[in-house]
C-alpha cells in the first residue's frame, strides 16, 4: 500500500474507532507495575497435587482436555514427568497450491529436532495462524495449506491461539486482514478444532492441563480492542453463540483469579498472541506501534494493565507472538517472557529492552519442563532450496525450582 493511502487507512480507521476510552502515556517496561489484583497464595502443598480449576461457564470454556495426565512411574529418582513442547507463532502464510517456504522451513526444523528429542509432547501456536484474513469456516480448503500439510509428519497436538489476522479485516473493509475486528473468524476455527483432533482450540480463550501442567489461552485480539469501546463492542453472531469482544474480556478478568488461587499445578504457562515485551517491530505492550507507525490505531495500554494484574508474577511463563522474531525477554516480575512469532518469516528487531536473546531470523523454542525445571531452548531455522531445512541451538536457559 502507498503511504498515503495507508494513512489514509489509518486515519478511516481511528475515525471509525474513535479515539481511545483513556489516553495514558505509555510507562516504561521497567517502571513497577500499579498496585495488582490480590489473587490469594497456593497452599504449602501447591505443586504436589495434580488438580483442576473450578467448573467454567462451557460458553466461555469448552474443556474437553482439561484434568492433568496421571504420572508415569520412571523409576527411583526419575522425575514424575517430562514435557517437551514447542512454541512458535504467526506460522500460517501458506496458500492453496501455494506452499510458504518459511512455513515448510521451520516445520522440517521441528520433525528434526523432535526426533533428535525422542519425540514431542505438543506444540503451543501462538497466533495468526492463517494470514492474511483467518477463515470463514471449518471447511475452508486453506485448512490443508495452512496447517494439515506442512506439519503432516509432525504426530502430536497443536495447543493454538488466536491472533489478529485471525479475526479479519474490519466491518467497513478499510483494511486488508489483520485489523482483526470480525469476532466470528475466530469462531471458525474453534468449529474446526471440533472436527479433527490436531488443531487443538476448545475455546477462545481456555484452560488445558498436561500432566500437572496448567496451559491458559489468553484472547489478546479482545484486550487490544479495550482501549476503543465501539470495537470491543462489535458482536459475532455465530450459530446461535452472540457475545461481544467485551465479553470475552470481561471472562477473561473474571475466570483468570479463581483459576490463579486454585491451582496447584507445578507450572503455569499462559499463551497469547501479543508480547508484553518485545524488541520487535511491534515494540511493548502500551507503546505498541508507537502509536500509528503500523497499521493498528491503539498501543495496548489495557492489554498492558491486563498483563499486569493478571499474568505478571500468577503465570510462570508467558508465550507470544505477533512480532515475528525470536526472543528471551527474560523474567519480568516473576514472570518468564518469550516471543516466538517466526515459525514463517521474520522481521526486524531493535535495542529496545535489556533481554537475554534475541534474533530476526526463523525459528521456535523447545521447552523440556519437569517438576523442577524447565529448560528452554532457542532454535533458529536457515531455509535450504536444495533440501531440508538446516537448525543451529543459538541459546539456552533453565528456570529451575
Known amino acids: 500500500m502507498f503511504a498515503g493511502a495507508k494513512w489514509l487507512t489509518i486515519l478511516g480507521l481511528f475515525l471509525l474507532l474513535g479515539c481511545p476510552d483513556e489516553q495514558v502515556e505509555p510507562i516504561e517496561p521497567s517502571t513497577p507495575?500499579?498496585?495488582?489484583?490480590?489473587?490469594?497464595?497456593?497452599?504449602?502443598?501447591?505443586?504436589?497435587?495434580?488438580?483442576?480449576?473450578?467448573?467454567?461457564?462451557?460458553?466461555?470454556?469448552?474443556?474437553?482436555?482439561?484434568?492433568?495426565?496421571?504420572?508415569?512411574?520412571a523409576g527411583p529418582g526419575a522425575p514424575a514427568y517430562?514435557?517437551?513442547?514447542?512454541?512458535?507463532?504467526?506460522?500460517?502464510?501458506?496458500?492453496?497450491?501455494?506452499?510458504?517456504?518459511?512455513?515448510?522451513?521451520?516445520?522440517?526444523?521441528?520433525?528434526?529436532?523432535?526426533?533428535?528429542?525422542?519425540?514431542c509432547d505438543f506444540a503451543v501456536m501462538l497466533g495468526d495462524n492463517i494470514y492474511d484474513e483467518g477463515v470463514e469456516d471449518a471447511e475452508d480448503a486453506r485448512w490443508s495449506a495452512v496447517f494439515e500439510d506442512p506439519y503432516a509428519e509432525l504426530d502430536f497436538p497443536f495447543y493454538a491461539t488466536l491472533g489478529n489476522h485471525d479475526y479479519g479485516s474490519d466491518p467497513l473493509s478499510l483494511?486488508?486482514?489483520?485489523?482483526?475486528?470480525?469476532?466470528?473468524?475466530?469462531?471458525?476455527q474453534v468449529a474446526y478444532a471440533g472436527v479433527q483432533t490436531k488443531f487443538k482450540m476448545p475455546g477462545t480463550f481456555?484452560?488445558?492441563?498436561?500432566?500437572?501442567?496448567?496451559?491458559?489461552?489468553?484472547?489478546?485480539t479482545a484486550m487490544f480492542w479495550a482501549d476503543f469501546s465501539f470495537a470491543e463492542n462489535l458482536s459475532c453472531s455465530y450459530l446461535t453463540?452472540?457475545?461481544?469482544?467485551?465479553?470475552?474480556?470481561?471472562?477473561?478478568?473474571?475466570?483468570?483469579?479463581?483459576?490463579?488461587?486454585?491451582?496447584?499445578?507445578?507450572?503455569?504457562?499462559?499463551?497469547?498472541?501479543?508480547?508484553?515485551?518485545?524488541?520487535?517491530?511491534h515494540g511493548n505492550a502500551g507503546a505498541y506501534e508507537l502509536g500509528f507507525e503500523w497499521s493498528l490505531p491503539g498501543s495496548?495500554?489495557?492489554?498492558?494493565?491486563?498483563?499486569?494484574?493478571?499474568?505478571?508474577?500468577?503465570?510462570?511463563?508467558?508465550?507470544?507472538?505477533?512480532?515475528?522474531?525470536?526472543?528471551?525477554?527474560?523474567?519480568?516480575?516473576?514472570?518468564?517472557?518469550?516471543?516466538?512469532?517466526?515459525?514463517?518469516?521474520a522481521s526486524e528487531v531493535e535495542a529496545r529492552n535489556d533481554a537475554p536473546f534475541y534474533v530476526a531470523e526463523?525459528?521456535?523454542?523447545?521447552?523440556?519442563?519437569?517438576?523442577?525445571?524447565m529448560k528452554m531452548t532457542f532454535i533458529i531455522v536457515t531455509e535450504n532450496a536444495s533440501g531440508p531445512a538446516t537448525w543451529q541451538v543459538r541459546h539456552t536457559r533453565v528456570v529451575n525450582r
Not at 483494511?175 to 482483526?180: F, L, P, Q, V
Not at 481456555?206 to 489478546?220: A, D
Not at 499486569?308 to 519480568?332: K, R
Request: net charge negative; proline share 6%.
Open 300 to 345: 495496548g495500554t489495557e492489554l498492558k494493565s491486563f498483563f499486569e494484574n493478571y499474568i505478571q508474577g500468577h503465570f510462570d511463563l508467558y508465550l507470544a507472538g505477533h512480532d515475528h522474531s525470536v526472543q528471551d525477554m527474560g523474567e519480568v516480575g516473576g514472570t518468564q517472557w518469550i516471543v516466538s512469532g517466526a515459525g514463517a518469516k
Open 241 to 281: 453463540n452472540v457475545w461481544s469482544f467485551e465479553d470475552e474480556n470481561e471472562k477473561q478478568e473474571t475466570q483468570l483469579p479463581l483459576w490463579a488461587q486454585s491451582s496447584t499445578a507445578d507450572w503455569r504457562i499462559a499463551f497469547g498472541h501479543h508480547p508484553y515485551l518485545s524488541n520487535g517491530r
Open 175 to 188: 483494511t486488508s486482514g489483520g485489523a482483526g475486528l470480525e469476532p466470528c473468524r475466530g469462531e471458525a
Open 206 to 220: 481456555y484452560q488445558v492441563f498436561l500432566e500437572n501442567v496448567e496451559l491458559v489461552s489468553l484472547n489478546t
Open 33 to 73: 507495575p500499579g498496585e495488582p489484583i490480590q489473587f490469594g497464595t497456593k497452599g504449602p502443598d501447591a505443586g504436589n497435587q495434580n488438580a483442576q480449576g473450578p467448573a467454567v461457564d462451557a460458553g466461555a470454556v469448552a474443556n474437553p482436555d482439561a484434568g492433568p495426565g496421571q504420572p508415569v512411574d
Open 82 to 119: 517430562r514435557l517437551k513442547f514447542i512454541a512458535l507463532g504467526d506460522v500460517g502464510e501458506s496458500e492453496v497450491g501455494q506452499p510458504h517456504a518459511g512455513q515448510y522451513a521451520v516445520a522440517s526444523a521441528m520433525k528434526q529436532v523432535c526426533t533428535q528429542e525422542g519425540g
Open 362 to 373: 526463523l525459528g521456535f523454542v523447545l521447552f523440556d519442563v519437569t517438576p523442577s525445571q
